[in-house]
């Protein structure tokens, strides 16, 4: 199998598994971005309230969240940054308490994406969240 053969094939896999449903984490979310001027991954931290089948819901309305909703209402409790994926962790799940984070399918996750916005901030690429 060619390089590009394993890409593709790996790239399809982790777009098919970007289409199940999660449940949300009660602790929170987080929006993830580059501040390339700092060099910086930086997470904002949302509370969020969580229906019986793991959707957000806003806290004023209690109307069900899109994951591409950006609503002016909501606002960060904390910011997080970090140089690297490594580095962002161990203020998020180290050194906060109480960690923001409560399921570990979510802190997984963070991981992962931490280490995308890592290798995106190195390359100079676009990071897009997942």
Known sequence: MTQVNLTTNLSAID???????????????????LDRAE?????K?????????????????GERLSAKCNDANQV????????????????????????????????AYLGRELMRAEIALIQGSEYVQD
Do not use: M, W
């Not at 598994?17 to 009660?26: C, M």
């Not at 969020?48 to 309305?61: M, Y």
């Open 15 to 33: 777009n098919e598994l970007s289409k199940r449903h999660i449940n949300l984490d009660p602790g929170g979310y987080f929006i993830i971005y």
């Open 39 to 43: 060099g910086l991954i930086c997470a």
């Open 45 to 61: 931290h949302y509370n969020n309230l969580v229906d019986e089948q793991g959707f957000a819901l806003h806290p004023i309305t």
């Open 76 to 107: 960060a409790t904390t910011i997080y940054t970090g140089r690297t994926a490594k580095e962002l962790c161990v203020k998020l799940f180290e050194e906060t308490e109480p960690c923001p984070v409560t399921q570990a399918n979510h802190a």
